[in-house]
């Protein structure tokens, strides 16, 4: 519940000493006692100077944000916290308002704005770095003593940056240096438990902004930590921790499939008693659970056994978590994931291994990485230390078990042949362990990129932008790291940059002024989307794409080509696509085999076999024509593809897809695309084309996804729908309710509620099993209806007739014309009646099924049945 005091929702105005007793009574009134260094950065805070906060996790930083908030709000300034994730972002936007009251809180992130003129506001690191070098902070007076340059962007703002050591992610550090670099008037408050050296950071800042920084660590971890490095097996391992009292024990892996693998090994030991299994049922009682991987996942729970990695459900990860913290689960098998806004207690972390894959290479852990996995041990109110135990070498356990039962026995000692390290394995041992261990995180290394959206943001704002990013670029951070650069890239590709922009007519030189007569200048031409850099970068070439469409297609080929731009401009889920193309190079193998072709010519052959890319010739012209024009566009990647529009055609359920592409342990990456998908047709599509075609196709997407997973699309439309309600500041009602479907996500409703949906799920199931009639593909159609009593041999002798009288059968054009789709919506079983296209025109073949409803809410999936396979009858 809210609270209705809002005690930290201070006035504009109220003194540093009485903004600090506020922030004092409000810890003291939730039971609360401040930790020294918690008082200490709240004063700094206070007092106007930034704090770097370097302490462990669970040391309460978070408290500290709060305090940062409330100075803010007593100044009359505005706060920004970030994060590294838009879900942490959202959690935290419920929180904040909680505190502060509705409307002193507002969030941006790339799907939804809300309250954003709001004193607080939460958003991702990007959005920060974009509206800083746009200039659309509030705007202040800026501290005296600092350079202000030419006085632009001298927000009087605090900055507080949750999870800092971001700075240094390759891919988005940029995004938490600009606000350093652009924001002299701020005030930063820095928080993670692992930043390094901050000397050079901390430097800078004050010299930027002519405040003095507070850098406060504090080592000493409320629960403290004890390191082990084993030698045992890791099954036997497991079995001691559990006797020994020091479950939970999250078992960290470096890839999903070792972590699921761990698992299923574990069901051999017993990991719980029957009472505790018989309150694991209980608590997993009206769960629900697909087939595949929630099979699986359901047996481990009930053994007391979690699986925690990004590729599953939302659903099921919230469901482990919630497991934990109830104390039902004594093992978790999970990735090294769970650093960043993952809330589940554990008692003892276990490395399996300290090597992981980056993407480039086998590499040993950072001791930043270490740290921030072994961080997580030992729960706060619940422990007096937390284990931290890193596992040796399979390799290395072996030998010492041999050596062992070997004892003093000399001779036996040396008769033992040493087992190495896998060829090509980069390997660990006890001093790596010992290194890490006693190791400081690594210093902070600048990841400064120009990008074509960084350049076009600084363009939009008002003033000189050559000498602004002149200023930018030759002040980064590269030269504060331990191996500086004494050259200056940043320079030479904002040149490459600004004359592709040139190029493509989207700035022009212009006269500074009057008084300044011949001195050039630059100015955007074109006005830029908001959003072309955060969240869909590329909407606007779907937009422009959408005109490229044939006008004339039937009504649904149109809708599936809308849809096809959609998917081409969604980054997808590489597992699918590598699965559909190791399809479609077997199916292209076996025709060329049955053509004779050569080895050699079918391996040439094959390199030009790929997945399906439906509208790639005419979406690839269209795009090297926008990003001649755009040419920020060349920073992102166009790629056709048919993931959604195949379950479209072929009526395939979720379930189908993952179980036809072998995907089950990246259903959660795949539900996390189609959702994206189904929030950009919802956002981008034009008026002109929301056809009854679209719209069906839109509403069966909508509730594919919520049937699997609602939380997804509960959290998106929550916040959506708190956001149209904002225009004047959210009411704590609002929130509250935003906050109830955003954190506590309903069971969907009935499957067949949505009769749009099981519409086209139907007509697509028909068709489905169409085409692989076409393609005599009695195997498949037997996998798909065997449990109705039709196996593949049933199919084979029901179509027999059908090849004696005619050659082929249609699957396009004509073929899905919906005048040969008869679909009776009678009572709880429908029929539907789907004529076969034969090359006679006669069309007097048809396909029936029944499609149960009743089983349909049950499965959360359309469940279809054939009923038969012939020519029309007056009973058809």
């Known amino acids: 519940m809210l609270s209705p005091a809002h005690p930290l929702a201070l006035a504009a105005g109220t003194s540093p000493d009485e903004a600090f007793e506020a922030f004092e009574g409000y810890a003291s009134e939730r039971g609360l006692t401040l930790y020294d260094h918690q008082t200490e950065a709240a004063l700094a805070i206070v007092g106007g100077e930034h704090v770097v906060l370097a302490t462990p996790t669970g040391s309460g930083k978070s408290l500290v944000a709060v305090a940062a908030h409330a100075a803010a709000l007593a100044r009359g300034a505005r706060t920004f916290y970030t994060a590294p994730v838009k879900a942490l972002v959202s959690e935290k936007f419920f929180d904040l308002a909680a505190v502060f009251g509705a409307a002193n809180v507002g969030m941006i992130t790339g799907d939804v704005a809300i309250n954003p003129t709001a004193p607080i506001i939460c958003c991702t690191a990007e959005i920060l770095a974009a509206q800083t070098l746009r200039g659309q902070l509030a705007s202040g007076a800026a501290p005296s003593g600092h350079d202000a340059g030419d006085g632009e962007n001298d927000a009087d703002v605090v900055v507080v940056a949750d999870e800092f050591h971001f700075y240094a992610d390759p891919q988005r550090g940029a995004a938490w240096q600009i606000p350093l670099l652009d924001l002299p008037g701020a005030q930063f408050v820095l928080m993670s438990a692992t930043l390094g050296d901050m000397t050079g950071i901390v430097a800078d800042l004050e010299r930027r902004t002519g405040r003095t920084a507070q850098v406060i660590t504090h080592t000493e971890r409320p629960v403290p930590l004890s390191f082990t490095y084993s030698l045992e097996p890791l099954t036997e391992l497991v079995e001691e921790l559990l006797t020994t009292h020091r479950a939970p024990v999250y078992l960290v892996h470096f890839t999903q499939a070792a972590a699921l693998e761990r698992a299923q090994a574990l069901t051999s030991i017993p990991v719980t008693t029957r009472e505790q299994r018989a309150a694991i049922a209980a608590a997993l009682a009206g769960e629900r659970f697909a087939g595949g991987f929630g099979s699986t996942l359901s047996r481990l729970l009930r053994l007391g056994i979690g699986v925690h990695h990004a590729g599953m459900l939302p659903r099921y990860r919230r469901l482990v978590e919630r497991l934990v913290q109830a104390g039902h689960l004594r093992v978790v098998c999970g990735t090294d994931t769970l650093g960043v806004g993952v809330n589940m207690p554990i008692r003892t972390v276990v490395l399996t291994s300290l090597v992981k894959f980056d993407g480039e290479r086998q590499r040993h852990l950072t001791a930043r990485e270490f740290h921030q996995i072994a961080g997580r041990a030992g729960r706060a109110g619940f422990d007096t230390v937390g284990d931290v135990v890193v596992q040796a070498p399979e390799h290395v356990i072996e030998n010492a078990k041999a050596l062992a039962k070997a004892g003093d026995d000399e001779r036996k000692r040396r008769k033992i042949v040493r087992k190495k390290a896998p060829e090509g394995q980069v390997n660990w041992t006890d001093k790596t362990f010992e290194r890490l261990r006693d190791a400081d995180p690594e210093q902070l290394t600048s990841r400064f990129t120009v990008t074509h959206a960084m350049v076009l943001a600084a363009l939009e704002r008002p003033g000189d932008p050559v000498t602004r990013l002149y200023r930018l670029l030759t002040s980064t951070h590269d030269s504060l790291g331990p191996h500086p650069n004494p050259a200056n890239p940043h320079l030479r590709r904002a040149v490459a940059i600004y004359r592709s922009l040139r190029q493509a007519g989207l700035v022009e030189h212009v006269q500074r002024s009057r008084t300044a007569p011949g001195e050039p200048t630059v100015r955007l031409v074109a006005e830029m989307p908001d959003d072309f850099a955060l969240n869909s970068p590329l909407a606007p070439f779907a937009l422009a794409a959408f005109e490229l469409l044939d006008p004339e297609a039937?009504?649904?080929?149109?809708?599936?080509?809308?849809?096809?731009?959609?998917?081409?401009?969604?980054?997808?889920?590489?597992?699918?696509?590598?699965?559909?193309?190791?399809?479609?190079?077997?199916?292209?193998?076996?025709?060329?085999?049955?053509?004779?072709?050569?080895y050699e010519e079918r391996m040439e052959l094959l390199d030009d076999v790929t997945y399906p890319q439906p509208l790639a010739e005419l979406l690839g012209a269209g795009w090297t024509a926008y990003a001649r024009a755009n040419p920020w566009a060349a920073e992102h990647e166009l790629q056709p593809k048919s993931i959604v529009r195949e379950m479209v055609e072929t009526g395939m359920t979720f379930s189908e897809l993952v179980s036809r592409y072998s995907v089950q342990r990246s259903e959660g990456l795949v539900l996390r695309y189609l959702t994206d998908v189904y929030r950009a047709l919802r956002q981008i599509l034009p008026d002109a084309l929301r056809t009854p075609e679209a719209e069906d196709v839109l509403t069966w997407l909508g509730e594919v996804v919520r049937q699997v997973d609602s939380s997804l699309l509960d959290e998106w439309e929550a916040l959506a729908g708190a956001a149209s309600d904002a225009a004047d500041g959210l009411t704590d009602e609002e929130v509250e309710r935003a906050e109830r479907r955003f954190g506590d996500a309903e069971t969907p409703p009935p499957f067949s509620v949505n009769t749009r949906a099981v519409r086209v799920a139907a007509r697509g199931a028909a068709f489905r099993r169409v085409e692989l009639l076409a393609r005599e593909d009695y195997g498949a159609l037997g996998e798909l209806d065997a449990t109705a009593g039709w196996d593949a041999q049933r199919w084979r002798d029901e179509l027999a007739p059908y090849w004696e009288e005619y050659d082929d059968i249609g699957v396009s054009g004509a073929a899905r014309a919906p005048s040969l789709t008869i679909l009776d919506e009678t009572g709880r079983t429908w029929r539907l009646a789907q004529i076969l296209d034969d090359p006679e025109g006669d069309r007097d073949w048809r396909l029936v099924l029944e499609v149960d409803l009743d089983a349909s809410d049950a499965a959360g999936e359309l469940v279809v049945r054939p009923v038969r396979l012939g020519p029309a009858s007056p009973t058809a």
């Open 554 to 598: 039937d009504p649904f080929t149109r809708a599936l080509d809308v849809l096809s731009v959609v998917e081409a401009v969604t980054p997808g889920p590489r597992p699918v696509l590598m699965a559909q193309q190791h399809a479609a190079r077997g199916e292209a193998i076996g025709a060329m085999k049955a053509d004779g072709l050569e």
